[in-house]
């Protein structure tokens, strides 16, 4: 690369954002990492380790060790509380910032209270930051001028209440799977909302707001088998005498080793091929739910303590906002489309790349691996890697 020092602004510091500075400011390249929200880590900072006797690859840790890598890195300035609100070409990009329109935290500005909000992201980022200079939080910078952008402004997981008939947000002891890895991440196992006891008989349902004809959302996740797989078992390792069953359409590959691990699960749980529609209230907090056998169509009544919603990966609500702002285009279903079809970080837009989950679900590993991608495709572009 020239000895004029590049600069690229990432937009999202989630797993995909993280990575991909990272993998710049390794090249030299100096980084603006602007997140919206007051923390870093985006939503897999949340989950829980999944570790039994052995390690199951979910990924949740990398994300703490991503985050410890830009926090130590000198030349990647962080930006939290602020987002892009405008953008001019001007063979590079002028970058106008602005206060977030996610709520801040109610504490004077100043980078540690506001990752107090944050306790996961915060204690990661002061912990190993020798940098402290660098996370500007909540303090929009001046205009920033840049020669790249990647976009990495992630996901949001789907509305439960929008699946009214499973009475989420109503029947304390129906939980998202979001829920269900803070609830693990928090308190070291899962517990029942309504009064803390551990329960006895769990359902996870599959395909919450994922594959739903009803809803327009035609798409798989891919993450909800395996989350939901992998806490089932992490359950059953902390309480083998505990039902649980997963009501499901297919089952979601969940990785390396995945036959050996799905046998174990159909051992360790019941597979029910039938997707419930109602889940009812009972005495106790306990819940009932209807489902037809696979064999012959048989109601079967089924009681439980706990009901998990598995909601899979939708598009960023700011979507539009962001496309029309970097003029670039959303695909059929609201991620962000890449403009090549053998370069998905690609965009219509020369110089702006995709990483993560804006180009559509994923998992940790493979935003991570998208990010690398984007990350190298930036430096090709400008003209530093072959
Ligand atoms: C319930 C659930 C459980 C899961 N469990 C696992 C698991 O165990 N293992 C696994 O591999 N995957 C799991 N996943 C998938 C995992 O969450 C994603 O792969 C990962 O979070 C994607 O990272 P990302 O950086 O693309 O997006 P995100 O995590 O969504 O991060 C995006 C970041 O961008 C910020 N942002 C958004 N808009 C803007 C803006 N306009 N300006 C600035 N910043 C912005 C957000 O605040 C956020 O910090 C799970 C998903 C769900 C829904
Ligand atoms: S990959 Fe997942 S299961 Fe393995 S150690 Fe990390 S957090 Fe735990
Ligand atoms: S990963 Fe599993 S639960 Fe999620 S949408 Fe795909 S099939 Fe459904």
Not at 12 to 20: Q, R
Not at 48 to 70: D, F, I, P
Not at 250 to 273: H, M, S
Request: hydrophobic share 40%; proline share 5%.
């Amino acid at each position: 690369m020239s000895a004029d020092p590049k600069k690229v602004m990432v937009i999202g510091g989630g797993i995909a954002g993280l990575t991909a500075a990272w993998e710049l400011s390794k090249c030299g390249v100096a980084v603006d990492l602007v997140e919206k929200s007051d923390h870093l880590g985006g939503h897999a900072i949340q989950y829980c380790c999944k570790a039994t006797e052995e390690c199951r690859q979910c990924g949740a840790c990398s994300v703490e060790k991503m985050l410890k890598n830009v926090v130590e890195a000198p030349n990647i300035n962080v930006h939290c509380g602020v987002e892009v609100g405008r953008v001019a070409r001007n063979g590079g990009f002028e970058v106008g910032l602005q206060a977030s329109s996610v709520a801040a935290p109610a504490v004077a500005p100043g980078c540690d209270q506001r990752y107090e909000s944050n306790p996961l992201a915060c204690a990661a980022a002061r912990k190993f930051s020798k940098n402290n200079a660098a996370l500007d939080c909540g303090r929009a910078p001046a205009d920033l001028t840049v020669d790249a952008i990647i976009l990495a402004s992630g996901f949001a997981p789907f509305d439960a209440t929008r699946k009214g008939t499973y009475n989420y947000g109503k029947l304390p002891n129906v939980v998202t799977g979001l829920e269900l890895e803070r609830g693990v991440r928090a308190n070291g196992r899962v517990l029942r909302p309504s009064d803390g006891q551990a329960p006895a008989k769990v359902a996870f349902i599959q395909c919450v707001g994922s594959r739903d004809e009803r809803l327009g959302n035609l798409w798989c996740s891919h993450v909800c088998c395996p989350y939901a797989l992998r806490v089932s078992e992490l359950m059953k390792h902390h309480n083998p005498e505990i039902e649980i069953t997963v009501f499901y359409m297919d089952i979601q590959n969940t990785g390396n080793n995945f036959p050996a691990f799905y046998e174990k699960c159909k051992q360790d749980l019941q597979f029910v091929r039938n997707i419930p529609v109602d889940v009812y209230p009972m005495e106790n907090d306990r819940l009932r739910m209807r489902y037809t056998t696979e064999s012959d169509g048989t109601p079967v009544d089924a009681e439980f303590d706990m009901v998990v919603l598995s909601i899979g990966i939708m598009p960023g609500l700011d979507n539009q906002r962001i496309a029309t702002l970097l003029e670039i285009g959303l695909d059929a279903d609201g991620f962000f489309q890449s403009a090549e079809r053998f370069n998905r970080t690609a965009t219509a837009n020369n110089g702006i790349f995709l990483a993560g989950t804006v180009g559509g679900p994923k998992t940790i590993a493979a935003s991570m691996a998208h990010a690398g991608q984007a990350a190298y495709e930036a430096m090709k572009y400008l003209g530093g890697a072959e």
